[in-house]
Protein backbone atom coordinates (compact mmCIF):
# COMPACT_ATOMS: atom_id res chain seq x y z
CA UNK A 1 0.00 0.00 0.00
CA UNK A 2 1.25 3.79 -0.73
CA UNK A 3 1.60 6.82 0.99
CA UNK A 4 1.99 10.11 0.02
CA UNK A 5 4.25 12.00 1.85
CA UNK A 6 3.63 12.97 5.42
CA UNK A 7 2.82 16.74 6.70
CA UNK A 8 3.96 17.55 10.58
CA UNK A 9 2.13 20.16 12.13
CA UNK A 10 1.80 21.17 15.36
CA UNK A 11 5.44 21.48 15.82
CA UNK A 12 5.63 17.84 14.83
CA UNK A 13 2.90 16.56 17.58
CA UNK A 14 0.36 15.69 14.56
CA UNK A 15 1.33 13.85 11.28
CA UNK A 16 -0.94 13.77 8.63
CA UNK A 17 -0.81 10.61 6.14
CA UNK A 18 -2.36 9.40 3.17
CA UNK A 19 -3.04 6.20 4.22
CA UNK A 20 -5.69 3.72 2.30
CA UNK A 21 -6.64 6.53 -0.01
CA UNK A 22 -7.67 9.01 2.67
CA UNK A 23 -5.97 11.93 4.63
CA UNK A 24 -5.55 10.50 8.35
CA UNK A 25 -3.66 12.61 11.46
CA UNK A 26 -2.04 10.51 13.75
CA UNK A 27 -0.75 12.13 17.28
CA UNK A 28 2.48 11.84 17.45
CA UNK A 29 2.53 10.02 21.21
CA UNK A 30 -0.16 7.55 20.03
CA UNK A 31 2.30 6.82 16.94
CA UNK A 32 5.33 6.52 19.58
CA UNK A 33 3.24 4.46 21.89
CA UNK A 34 2.03 1.99 18.62
CA UNK A 35 5.69 1.64 17.30
CA UNK A 36 5.94 -1.97 16.36
CA UNK A 37 9.69 -2.11 16.79
CA UNK A 38 11.23 -4.68 18.71
CA UNK A 39 12.15 -2.22 21.55
CA UNK A 40 8.28 -1.69 22.07
CA UNK A 41 6.41 -4.78 21.17
CA UNK A 42 8.37 -8.14 21.71
CA UNK A 43 8.85 -10.14 18.72
CA UNK A 44 7.85 -13.68 19.96
CA UNK A 45 4.64 -12.64 21.37
CA UNK A 46 3.94 -9.14 20.40
CA UNK A 47 3.35 -7.75 23.61
CA UNK A 48 3.97 -4.27 24.79
CA UNK A 49 7.40 -3.92 26.09
CA UNK A 50 7.26 -0.23 27.61
CA UNK A 51 5.15 1.49 29.79
CA UNK A 52 3.21 4.67 28.86
CA UNK A 53 5.45 6.64 31.40
CA UNK A 54 8.32 5.54 28.83
CA UNK A 55 6.65 7.44 26.35
CA UNK A 56 8.10 11.08 26.76
CA UNK A 57 5.31 13.56 27.33
CA UNK A 58 6.91 15.97 24.55
CA UNK A 59 7.11 13.31 22.22
CA UNK A 60 6.98 15.13 18.57
CA UNK A 61 7.81 13.46 14.85
CA UNK A 62 10.87 15.60 13.41
CA UNK A 63 10.83 13.63 9.75
CA UNK A 64 8.90 11.20 8.10
CA UNK A 65 9.50 9.40 5.37
CA UNK A 66 7.49 7.20 2.74
CA UNK A 67 8.81 5.14 0.83
CA UNK A 68 7.38 1.11 -0.77
CA UNK A 69 4.43 1.27 1.53
CA UNK A 70 6.32 1.61 4.83
CA UNK A 71 6.19 4.73 6.81
CA UNK A 72 9.35 5.93 8.57
CA UNK A 73 9.56 8.20 11.44
CA UNK A 74 11.71 9.94 13.73
CA UNK A 75 10.78 11.03 17.02
CA UNK A 76 12.02 13.12 19.86
CA UNK A 77 13.27 13.60 22.17
CA UNK A 78 14.43 10.20 21.77
CA UNK A 79 15.94 10.08 18.37
CA UNK A 80 14.60 6.87 17.97
CA UNK A 81 12.98 5.74 14.15
CA UNK A 82 10.47 3.93 13.90
CA UNK A 83 9.30 1.90 10.53
CA UNK A 84 5.21 1.36 10.42
CA UNK A 85 3.56 -0.60 7.50
CA UNK A 86 1.34 2.13 6.21
CA UNK A 87 -1.56 -1.21 5.66
CA UNK A 88 -1.48 -1.35 9.38
CA UNK A 89 -1.83 2.59 9.77
CA UNK A 90 -4.46 2.95 7.54
CA UNK A 91 -6.31 -0.25 9.38
CA UNK A 92 -5.98 1.55 12.53
CA UNK A 93 -6.68 5.48 11.21
CA UNK A 94 -8.82 7.04 14.06
CA UNK A 95 -9.50 10.08 12.24
CA UNK A 96 -12.86 11.30 11.23
CA UNK A 97 -14.85 8.53 12.55
CA UNK A 98 -18.39 8.80 12.12
CA UNK A 99 -20.41 9.47 15.34
CA UNK A 100 -22.98 7.11 16.24
CA UNK A 101 -26.08 7.44 18.23
CA UNK A 102 -26.31 5.32 21.37
CA UNK A 103 -27.18 1.66 20.76
CA UNK A 104 -24.82 1.09 17.78
CA UNK A 105 -23.56 -2.84 17.46
CA UNK A 106 -20.24 -3.72 15.54
CA UNK A 107 -20.93 -4.51 11.51
CA UNK A 108 -20.13 -8.26 12.11
CA UNK A 109 -23.37 -8.61 14.17
CA UNK A 110 -26.92 -8.50 12.57
CA UNK A 111 -30.26 -8.14 14.53
CA UNK A 112 -32.93 -10.45 13.66
CA UNK A 113 -36.62 -11.35 14.70
CA UNK A 114 -39.03 -14.07 13.35
CA UNK A 115 -37.93 -13.98 10.05
CA UNK A 116 -34.72 -15.73 11.04
CA UNK A 117 -37.14 -18.99 11.36
CA UNK A 118 -35.93 -21.47 9.02
CA UNK A 119 -32.24 -19.78 8.08
CA UNK A 120 -30.95 -20.67 11.41
CA UNK A 121 -27.49 -22.46 10.39
CA UNK A 122 -26.98 -25.77 12.17
CA UNK A 123 -23.92 -27.10 11.75
CA UNK A 124 -23.56 -30.97 12.48
CA UNK A 125 -20.99 -31.95 14.93
CA UNK A 126 -19.37 -34.12 12.94
CA UNK A 127 -18.58 -31.32 10.31
CA UNK A 128 -17.99 -28.86 13.09
CA UNK A 129 -15.79 -31.38 15.08
CA UNK A 130 -13.39 -32.54 12.40
CA UNK A 131 -12.91 -29.58 9.71
CA UNK A 132 -11.46 -26.03 11.55
CA UNK A 133 -13.19 -24.30 8.26
CA UNK A 134 -16.78 -25.50 9.21
CA UNK A 135 -16.24 -24.84 12.83
CA UNK A 136 -14.91 -21.14 11.82
CA UNK A 137 -18.14 -21.03 9.90
CA UNK A 138 -20.21 -22.15 12.69
CA UNK A 139 -18.86 -19.80 14.88
CA UNK A 140 -18.95 -17.14 12.97
CA UNK A 141 -22.74 -17.85 12.83
CA UNK A 142 -22.48 -17.33 16.96
CA UNK A 143 -20.75 -13.96 15.86
CA UNK A 144 -23.35 -12.21 13.47
CA UNK A 145 -26.48 -13.72 14.85
CA UNK A 146 -25.42 -14.41 18.77
CA UNK A 147 -27.40 -17.73 18.03
CA UNK A 148 -26.79 -21.47 16.74
CA UNK A 149 -28.00 -24.92 16.15
CA UNK A 150 -25.76 -28.35 16.20
CA UNK A 151 -27.10 -31.42 15.44
CA UNK A 152 -25.82 -35.10 15.28
CA UNK A 153 -24.06 -34.93 18.72
CA UNK A 154 -24.21 -38.52 20.29
CA UNK A 155 -27.28 -38.40 22.90
CA UNK A 156 -24.66 -38.80 26.14
CA UNK A 157 -24.18 -37.09 29.27
CA UNK A 158 -21.89 -34.59 29.36
CA UNK A 159 -20.83 -34.67 25.60
CA UNK A 160 -21.96 -30.36 25.50
CA UNK A 161 -18.58 -29.52 27.07
CA UNK A 162 -16.82 -30.81 24.16
CA UNK A 163 -18.54 -28.51 21.93
CA UNK A 164 -17.69 -25.56 24.43
CA UNK A 165 -14.19 -27.29 24.41
CA UNK A 166 -13.88 -26.72 20.35
CA UNK A 167 -13.37 -23.34 20.79
CA UNK A 168 -12.98 -22.60 24.73
CA UNK A 169 -13.51 -23.59 27.91
CA UNK A 170 -16.43 -24.50 30.24
CA UNK A 171 -17.20 -22.06 32.93
CA UNK A 172 -17.94 -23.78 36.22
CA UNK A 173 -20.48 -22.12 38.44
CA UNK A 174 -22.48 -23.14 41.44
CA UNK A 175 -24.90 -24.80 39.62
CA UNK A 176 -21.52 -27.13 38.32
CA UNK A 177 -19.91 -27.73 35.58
CA UNK A 178 -22.83 -28.36 33.98
CA UNK A 179 -25.78 -28.87 35.45
CA UNK A 180 -29.43 -31.81 33.95
CA UNK A 181 -32.45 -29.61 33.66
CA UNK A 182 -35.19 -31.42 33.65
CA UNK A 183 -38.20 -31.50 36.37
CA UNK A 184 -37.06 -32.68 40.06
CA UNK A 185 -39.18 -32.37 43.14
CA UNK A 186 -38.02 -29.60 45.82
CA UNK A 187 -36.04 -27.87 42.31
CA UNK A 188 -33.70 -25.08 43.53
CA UNK A 189 -34.36 -23.14 40.77
CA UNK A 190 -37.32 -22.81 38.51
CA UNK A 191 -35.95 -23.99 35.57
CA UNK A 192 -35.78 -27.65 36.83
CA UNK A 193 -39.45 -28.01 36.62
CA UNK A 194 -42.15 -28.38 33.69
CA UNK A 195 -42.89 -24.81 34.14
CA UNK A 196 -42.95 -22.53 30.76
CA UNK A 197 -39.98 -20.32 31.28
CA UNK A 198 -40.07 -16.36 30.21
CA UNK A 199 -37.53 -15.40 27.82
CA UNK A 200 -34.69 -14.37 29.71
CA UNK A 201 -30.74 -14.48 29.70
CA UNK A 202 -29.46 -16.69 32.02
CA UNK A 203 -27.49 -15.70 35.41
CA UNK A 204 -27.91 -12.29 35.61
CA UNK A 205 -27.30 -12.65 39.19
CA UNK A 206 -23.57 -13.13 38.13
CA UNK A 207 -21.37 -10.37 37.35
CA UNK A 208 -19.71 -11.14 35.08
CA UNK A 209 -22.53 -12.89 33.37
CA UNK A 210 -21.76 -16.55 31.78
CA UNK A 211 -21.18 -14.59 28.09
CA UNK A 212 -22.45 -18.08 26.63
CA UNK A 213 -25.07 -20.90 27.20
CA UNK A 214 -25.42 -24.17 25.69
CA UNK A 215 -28.26 -26.08 25.93
CA UNK A 216 -28.55 -29.61 24.34
CA UNK A 217 -30.55 -32.31 24.43
CA UNK A 218 -30.72 -36.10 25.29
CA UNK A 219 -34.89 -36.83 25.76
CA UNK A 220 -37.64 -34.50 24.45
CA UNK A 221 -40.89 -36.71 23.86
CA UNK A 222 -42.93 -34.53 26.57
CA UNK A 223 -45.82 -32.51 24.84
CA UNK A 224 -44.43 -29.27 24.64
CA UNK A 225 -41.34 -27.88 26.11
CA UNK A 226 -40.53 -26.16 22.85
CA UNK A 227 -37.64 -23.93 22.80
CA UNK A 228 -37.57 -20.34 21.38
CA UNK A 229 -34.77 -17.71 21.27
CA UNK A 230 -35.26 -13.63 20.78
CA UNK A 231 -32.59 -11.24 19.59
CA UNK A 232 -32.14 -9.01 22.64
CA UNK A 233 -30.21 -6.35 20.49
CA UNK A 234 -32.89 -5.88 17.94
CA UNK A 235 -35.70 -5.64 20.78
CA UNK A 236 -33.61 -2.90 22.18
CA UNK A 237 -33.27 -1.30 18.93
CA UNK A 238 -37.36 -1.81 18.48
CA UNK A 239 -37.49 -0.10 21.78
CA UNK A 240 -35.01 2.64 21.26
CA UNK A 241 -37.02 3.79 17.75
CA UNK A 242 -40.52 3.84 19.00
CA UNK A 243 -39.56 4.96 22.99
CA UNK A 244 -36.05 6.86 23.15
CA UNK A 245 -36.96 8.05 26.49
CA UNK A 246 -37.70 4.16 27.69
CA UNK A 247 -34.76 3.30 26.22
CA UNK A 248 -32.74 5.77 27.76
CA UNK A 249 -34.21 4.81 31.27
CA UNK A 250 -33.24 1.33 30.84
CA UNK A 251 -29.76 1.72 29.56
CA UNK A 252 -29.39 4.70 32.31
CA UNK A 253 -30.07 2.83 35.90
CA UNK A 254 -29.40 0.01 37.24
CA UNK A 255 -31.81 -3.03 37.48
CA UNK A 256 -30.79 -5.71 40.80
CA UNK A 257 -30.95 -9.70 40.04
CA UNK A 258 -30.51 -12.38 42.86
CA UNK A 259 -30.38 -15.81 43.20
CA UNK A 260 -30.79 -17.10 46.73
CA UNK A 261 -32.18 -20.73 46.33
CA UNK A 262 -29.81 -22.89 47.46
CA UNK A 263 -28.26 -23.01 50.98
CA UNK A 264 -24.74 -21.00 50.89
CA UNK A 265 -25.31 -19.20 47.85
CA UNK A 266 -26.27 -15.62 48.01
CA UNK A 267 -25.49 -13.92 44.12
CA UNK A 268 -26.67 -11.03 43.70
CA UNK A 269 -25.84 -8.17 40.92
CA UNK A 270 -27.04 -4.61 40.15
CA UNK A 271 -26.77 -4.03 36.47
CA UNK A 272 -28.75 -2.30 33.85
CA UNK A 273 -30.87 -4.17 31.61
CA UNK A 274 -29.59 -2.70 28.34
CA UNK A 275 -25.96 -2.05 28.82
CA UNK A 276 -24.03 0.15 26.91
CA UNK A 277 -20.83 1.21 26.71
CA UNK A 278 -19.46 4.61 26.77
CA UNK A 279 -19.02 5.42 23.18
CA UNK A 280 -22.63 4.14 23.16
CA UNK A 281 -22.14 0.63 21.78
CA UNK A 282 -24.51 -2.23 23.00
CA UNK A 283 -23.04 -4.26 25.45
CA UNK A 284 -25.71 -6.50 26.79
CA UNK A 285 -28.65 -6.80 27.66
CA UNK A 286 -29.79 -8.55 30.50
CA UNK A 287 -33.94 -10.09 31.62
CA UNK A 288 -34.90 -12.27 33.86
CA UNK A 289 -38.56 -12.37 35.78
CA UNK A 290 -37.62 -14.97 37.96
CA UNK A 291 -34.54 -13.28 39.06
CA UNK A 292 -35.13 -9.73 39.15
CA UNK A 293 -34.61 -8.59 43.02
CA UNK A 294 -36.33 -5.23 44.16
CA UNK A 295 -35.05 -2.18 42.00
CA UNK A 296 -33.69 0.52 44.48
CA UNK A 297 -31.63 2.12 42.35
CA UNK A 298 -33.72 4.11 40.28
CA UNK A 299 -34.83 7.73 41.51
CA UNK A 300 -38.21 8.11 42.92
CA UNK A 301 -39.31 10.28 39.95
CA UNK A 302 -38.18 7.91 37.65
CA UNK A 303 -39.57 4.97 38.65
CA UNK A 304 -43.13 5.06 36.96
CA UNK A 305 -41.42 5.98 33.73
CA UNK A 306 -38.80 3.02 34.26
CA UNK A 307 -41.48 0.74 35.13
CA UNK A 308 -43.52 1.73 31.56
CA UNK A 309 -40.30 1.21 29.57
CA UNK A 310 -39.52 -2.29 31.53
CA UNK A 311 -42.98 -3.65 30.80
CA UNK A 312 -42.45 -2.20 26.68
CA UNK A 313 -39.27 -4.39 26.86
CA UNK A 314 -40.92 -7.23 28.02
CA UNK A 315 -43.78 -6.85 25.56
CA UNK A 316 -41.33 -6.60 22.66
CA UNK A 317 -39.28 -9.64 23.85
CA UNK A 318 -42.87 -11.48 23.99
CA UNK A 319 -43.94 -10.63 20.50
CA UNK A 320 -44.42 -12.94 18.10
CA UNK A 321 -42.70 -11.14 14.91
CA UNK A 322 -39.39 -11.30 17.41
CA UNK A 323 -39.29 -15.22 18.23
CA UNK A 324 -38.14 -18.11 16.26
CA UNK A 325 -38.72 -21.63 17.92
CA UNK A 326 -38.17 -25.04 17.33
CA UNK A 327 -37.77 -28.26 19.58
CA UNK A 328 -34.68 -29.86 20.45
CA UNK A 329 -34.60 -32.97 19.63
CA UNK A 330 -32.24 -35.83 21.31
CA UNK A 331 -28.69 -35.36 20.16
CA UNK A 332 -28.85 -31.31 19.21
CA UNK A 333 -28.19 -28.27 20.87
CA UNK A 334 -28.24 -24.72 20.79
CA UNK A 335 -25.54 -21.87 21.89
CA UNK A 336 -26.46 -18.27 22.62
CA UNK A 337 -24.93 -15.28 23.06
CA UNK A 338 -26.23 -14.92 27.00
CA UNK A 339 -25.75 -11.32 26.64
CA UNK A 340 -27.73 -10.56 23.66
CA UNK A 341 -30.27 -13.69 22.84
CA UNK A 342 -32.45 -14.32 25.36
CA UNK A 343 -34.05 -17.94 25.50
CA UNK A 344 -37.72 -19.64 26.52
CA UNK A 345 -39.13 -22.68 26.83
CA UNK A 346 -43.01 -23.54 26.49
CA UNK A 347 -44.10 -25.54 29.70
CA UNK A 348 -44.35 -29.00 29.29
CA UNK A 349 -47.03 -32.38 30.65
CA UNK A 350 -46.29 -34.85 32.56
CA UNK A 351 -46.36 -37.94 29.91
CA UNK A 352 -43.10 -39.02 28.10
CA UNK A 353 -39.71 -37.28 29.34
CA UNK A 354 -37.53 -34.20 29.01
CA UNK A 355 -34.07 -33.96 29.74
CA UNK A 356 -31.76 -30.93 29.17
CA UNK A 357 -27.87 -30.66 30.15
CA UNK A 358 -26.61 -26.90 30.14
CA UNK A 359 -23.11 -25.39 30.34
CA UNK A 360 -22.20 -22.24 30.31
CA UNK A 361 -18.74 -20.67 28.70
CA UNK A 362 -17.45 -17.38 27.60
CA UNK A 363 -17.54 -15.48 24.23
CA UNK A 364 -13.84 -14.29 24.37
CA UNK A 365 -12.51 -17.81 23.90
CA UNK A 366 -14.94 -18.04 20.64
CA UNK A 367 -14.40 -14.90 19.39
CA UNK A 368 -10.39 -16.01 19.88
CA UNK A 369 -10.55 -18.73 17.98
CA UNK A 370 -12.67 -17.55 15.42
CA UNK A 371 -10.06 -15.02 14.52
CA UNK A 372 -7.56 -17.22 14.51
CA UNK A 373 -9.45 -19.44 12.09
CA UNK A 374 -9.90 -16.51 9.78
CA UNK A 375 -6.18 -15.16 9.97
CA UNK A 376 -5.22 -18.51 8.99
CA UNK A 377 -7.34 -17.76 5.70
CA UNK A 378 -9.53 -20.87 5.86
CA UNK A 379 -13.17 -18.90 5.55
CA UNK A 380 -13.95 -16.58 2.52
N1 LIG B 1 -29.87 -23.07 35.70
C1 LIG B 1 -30.47 -23.94 34.70
O1 LIG B 1 -30.29 -18.02 35.32
C2 LIG B 1 -31.05 -18.85 35.79
O2 LIG B 1 -31.28 -18.91 36.99
C3 LIG B 1 -31.68 -19.81 34.85
C4 LIG B 1 -30.08 -21.65 35.39
C5 LIG B 1 -30.41 -23.42 37.00
C6 LIG B 1 -28.43 -23.30 35.74
C7 LIG B 1 -31.49 -21.24 35.18
C1 LIG C 1 -32.17 -23.00 31.42
C2 LIG C 1 -33.34 -22.89 30.54
C3 LIG C 1 -34.68 -24.01 28.99
C4 LIG C 1 -35.28 -25.35 28.71
O1 LIG C 1 -31.91 -24.12 31.88
O2 LIG C 1 -31.49 -21.99 31.61
O3 LIG C 1 -33.69 -21.80 30.20
O4 LIG C 1 -35.64 -25.54 27.56
N1 LIG C 1 -33.85 -24.02 30.12
O5 LIG C 1 -35.41 -26.16 29.63
ZN1 LIG D 1 -32.17 -20.31 30.84
Not at 43 to 63: E, F, K, M
Not at 262 to 291: W, Y
Not at 293 to 306: G, K, N, Q, S
Request: hydrophobic share 40%; aromatic share 10%.
Amino acid sequence: MNATQPRLSDGGQIVELVVGGRPHRFHALWLRDNAPDEKTRSPGNGQRLITILDVPPDTRVTDAQVLDGTVSLRFEPEGKVVKFEAAWLAAHAYDRQPPRGAGWTPVETERWDSQLQGKVLSGTWQDVSSDRAALGRWLREVRRYGFAVMTGMPAESGVLCKAAELFGYVRETNYGRWFDVRAEVNPNNLAYTNLGLQAHTDNPYRDPVPTLQILACLENSVEGGESIVVDGFKVAERLKSENPQGFDLLSRHCARFAYEGTKGVRLRSKRPLIELGPDGELIAVRFNNRSAAAFTDIPFDDMEAFYAAYRRFAELIEDASMAVSFKLRPGELFIVDNTRVLHARRSFSGSGSRWLQGCYADKDGLLSTLAAIEEEGLLQ
